[in-house]
């Protein structure tokens, strides 16, 4: 699995420290130092299954200041995916990629889900 995060964010702090718990193998990308390209985007919002916005991290500084939540809406799905491959600090993190799903953010019930952990079943 890959996890993408920003190494001093508290809520990636949050998820590493649970994979690891959790016993879950993972690779670490530092998202600012490695944008997700445009290709990784579309491949990781189609598995998602997840409306594109869910890939902007809405609370972040750069959303805000190119007002993103007036415009993402007038923007095409292309013009989106080359926005938030410009700047990894636009991209909602962590996200996790693993072999046919894709989690944005860090909800441990999700993840916990979506891994099998604590007794949970896998999601397909």
Same mark, same amino acid.
């Given at each position: 699995?890959?996890?993408?995060?920003?190494?001093?964010?508290? &809520?990636?702090?949050k998820a590493?420290?649970w994979?690891?718990?959790?016993?879950i193998p993972?690779?670490?990308r530092?998202i600012?130092?490695?944008?997700?390209?445009?290709?990784?985007?579309?491949?990781?919002?189609?598995?998602?299954?997840?409306?594109?916005k869910?890939?902007?991290? &809405?609370?972040?500084l750069l959303?805000?200041?190119?007002?993103?939540k007036?415009?993402?809406s007038?923007?095409s799905?292309?013009?989106?995916?080359?926005l938030?491959?410009?700047d990894?600090?636009?991209?909602?993190r962590p996200?996790?990629?693993?072999?046919?799903f894709?989690? &944005?953010?860090?909800k441990?019930?999700?993840w916990?889900a979506?891994?099998g952990?604590?007794g949970? &079943?896998?999601?397909?």
């Open positions: 699995m890959l996890l993408i995060e920003y190494p001093k964010c508290t &809520t990636c702090m590493k420290k994979l690891k718990e959790n016993g993972f690779e670490d530092h600012k130092e490695k944008n997700p390209t445009v290709k990784e985007l579309q491949a990781w919002h189609k598995m998602s299954g997840q409306p594109l869910k890939f902007f991290n &809405t609370s972040g959303y805000k200041e190119y007002a993103l007036d415009r993402l007038s923007m799905e292309q013009e989106q995916y080359k938030l491959a410009s990894g600090m636009l991209v909602k996200l996790l990629v693993g072999d046919g894709v989690l &944005t953010g860090f441990e019930s999700e916990a979506a891994l952990v604590n949970a &079943t896998p999601q397909a």
